[in-house]
């Protein structure tokens, strides 16, 4: 019997109507279009504004997106993952309530938390359920209400930042399509540079931490820019390098979009080509854990059957890694 491979076998997105452009910031904080452009590619990102609407509100939409489009019967998934580092509480799982929403009345959830590389890790162990042997449907769902934990007066985060959600479908395949290889990373030292200071258990929320805006993302641009630039081309071409691949075997590359500069350094080191480059910053800004399903969303119409992706990310804690993932469909 052939080995069991997971592949992705549809996808579905949601992306908020709002649209918070460059212009709209420069009335907000002191930064204008031209620095945010050249510095980060950004040029306009979505807003939820919906009231009493979280991650599951647009992690459901996404969900449902995919059905409605593959025509999968929601009853027959197996699991429901929600990738998140803005779940809607944080107890009690988004992931569980986006499942019964969608009607996965018999898959178990759960959500799965790694920063920008929620996603990315969240593909490792959606395919390795479908590689076991044991489930069939694992629907994998990147959503992040990042307007929820950004300071609209911090002009080094909100320029950033955007909302959305974007699901993929793993299943079986047996003609060995889908993910081939993962080197996944993570070292402690980040959360010196990434973090939210306040709201979990060491400091617990107060008057005074929310006075002191510490219930906001507080970032460290600059070094968290260089331990992404040189962690995520590192593993870009190590991934490359251990599956014999030269960059003309690379179809495309999949990149979390954090800045149109670090994509670009990651492109260089393994000497692709731009136009093997997803690239979608301009519109959504950091997604964080929508990233990747967002780009799969957008290419999908370009993607053929047998296509060789490297999927890459670099997030807070400091988390990072590369899969490389054989397209199993043309759409
Ligand atoms: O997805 C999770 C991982 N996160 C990332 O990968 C993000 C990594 N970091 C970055 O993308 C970049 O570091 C930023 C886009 C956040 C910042 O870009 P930078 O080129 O690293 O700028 P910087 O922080 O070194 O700041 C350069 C200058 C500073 O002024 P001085 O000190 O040179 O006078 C900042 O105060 O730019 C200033 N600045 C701004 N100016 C206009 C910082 N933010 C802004 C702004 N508008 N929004």
Not at 109 to 122: I, M, P, V
Not at 123 to 133: H, K
Not at 210 to 215: D, L
Not at 245 to 268: C, F, G, P
Request: aromatic share 8%.
């Amino acid at each position: 019997m052939s080995k069991i491979t997971a592949a992705i076998t549809a996808v579905g997105k949601y992306l908020p109507e709002y649209i918070l452009s460059n212009k709209e910031l420069e009335t907000m904080v002191d930064t204008n279009d031209e620095w945010i452009t050249s510095r980060t590619g950004i040029k306009e990102r979505r807003i939820l504004k919906e009231e009493n609407a979280g991650a599951s509100f647009m992690a459901i939409e996404a969900a449902k997106d995919l059905l409605q489009k593959s025509g999968v019967n929601p009853e027959e998934i197996d699991a429901v993952i929600v990738s998140t580092a803005t779940p809607d509480m944080p107890v009690a799982s988004t992931a569980v309530y986006t499942a019964t929403k969608i009607g996965a009345t018999n898959a178990f959830a759960f959500d799965l938390q790694a920063a920008c590389s929620s996603f990315l890790y969240g593909m490792s162990v959606a395919s390795t359920y479908i590689e076991s042997g044991r489930y069939k449907k694992v629907l994998l769902i990147g959503s992040d209400k990042m307007s929820s934990i950004i300071d609209y007066t911090d002009r080094a985060t909100c320029i950033i930042f955007g909302d959305g959600a974007g699901a993929v479908l793993f299943e079986p395949n047996e003609e060995g399509l889908g993910l081939q290889d993962e080197y996944l990373r993570s070292d402690g030292i980040g959360r010196d540079y990434l973090k939210i200071e306040a709201g979990g258990s060491i400091l617990p929320p107060s008057e005074e931490t929310v006075k002191n805006k510490q219930h906001f993302v507080h970032q460290e641009g600059r070094t968290v820019f260089k331990f992404a630039v040189s962690n995520m081309a590192d593993v870009s071409e190590k991934i490359l390098t251990r599956n014999n691949l030269t960059k003309d075997d690379v179809s495309w590359l999949v990149s979390h979009q954090a800045n149109k500069r670090i994509i670009e350094a990651t492109a260089d080191r393994i000497g692709l080509d731009e136009n093997k480059v997803m690239m979608n910053i301009h519109k959504y800004g950091n997604t964080t854990s929508a990233t990747l399903p967002l780009l799969l969303n957008d290419y999908e119409k370009e993607l053929k059957k047998g296509d060789n992706l490297i999927f890459a990310a670099f997030g807070g804690g400091f988390t990072w890694g590369a899969i490389y993932l054989k397209w199993a469909y043309n759409s």
